[in-house]
């Protein structure tokens, strides 16, 4: 299994507040994604990486940053957390920009 | 309109009856399609990559295939631990290369 892990697992908070995702890989993979699934969505692109200091927007980026100051690391703030960001938040890694490996997930829970 | 659409929703069938599962795409300029699973409350699982029409791909009892504008995944005498979504992703050449996903179709293997 490709070496991903996401932080927090879970995590409720209150509208308003900002959140702060973070994904983690020991794969030296140069392409970095943040991904949210909702039922009747699928997956969405919210940012991706494609290199330390260089990302870019995805298709549902509104509420969202991003940073990679380092190439293991690749996190995403939601500066101030609405309900309709009420998601679970997939992070995946490509080493070529082709097969994607995926995390385990954060749910976020925001009220 | 989606560029990739995966049919049926949902599927449901008893152990050892084979089916297929479908993944069309509109856009012209195929660079790569992915198929992958999901198991609840985890992230999607890497299957296949097909790069060409023709090609096939086998893992255990699934069997994937490409033609010019759809890819079925063939599922040969399932089990009940084949139950799961699986997802469909496309990279089109033109473009940003970052890969579209379907929104995937729930398969349930009733013992």
């Known amino acids: 299994d490709a070496g991903i892990t996401q932080s927090p697992r879970h995590k409720v908070t209150e509208t308003g507040t900002p959140v702060t995702l973070r994904c983690h890989q020991t794969?030296?993979?140069?392409?970095m994604y943040w991904y949210r699934q909702d039922p009747g969505h699928g997956l969405r692109l919210i940012h991706y990486s494609y290199g330390v200091k260089d990302t870019d927007k995805g298709e549902v980026s509104d509420g969202y940053s991003v940073s990679r100051s380092k190439t293991e690391d690749f996190l995403l703030t939601l500066e101030s957390a609405t309900s309709s960001q009420t998601s679970v938040y997939f992070c995946a890694i490509s080493e070529a920009g082709e097969t994607q490996y995926f995390g385990p997930g954060t749910r976020l829970l925001v009220l | 309109e989606d560029q990739v659409t995966q049919s049926p929703e949902a599927l449901r069938l008893q152990e050892g009856e084979s089916s297929s599962l479908n993944c069309s795409y509109t856009v012209s300029g195929l660079r790569g399609l992915f198929w992958y699973r999901q198991d609840p409350g985890k992230g999607p699982e890497f299957l296949f990559t097909?790069?060409?029409a023709g090609e096939e791909k086998e893992k255990e009892r699934l069997k994937a295939t490409l033609t010019k504008k759809e890819s079925f995944l063939h599922i040969t005498a399932p089990k009940p631990e084949d139950s799961a979504t699986y997802l469909c992703?496309?990279?089109?050449?033109?473009?940003?290369?970052?890969?579209?996903f379907g929104r995937g179709t729930s398969l349930i293997v009733h013992p």
């Open positions: 992703a496309v990279q089109f050449s033109g473009g940003s290369y970052i890969p579209t």
């Open positions: 794969e030296n993979h140069r392409y």
């Open positions: 097909l790069y060409s």
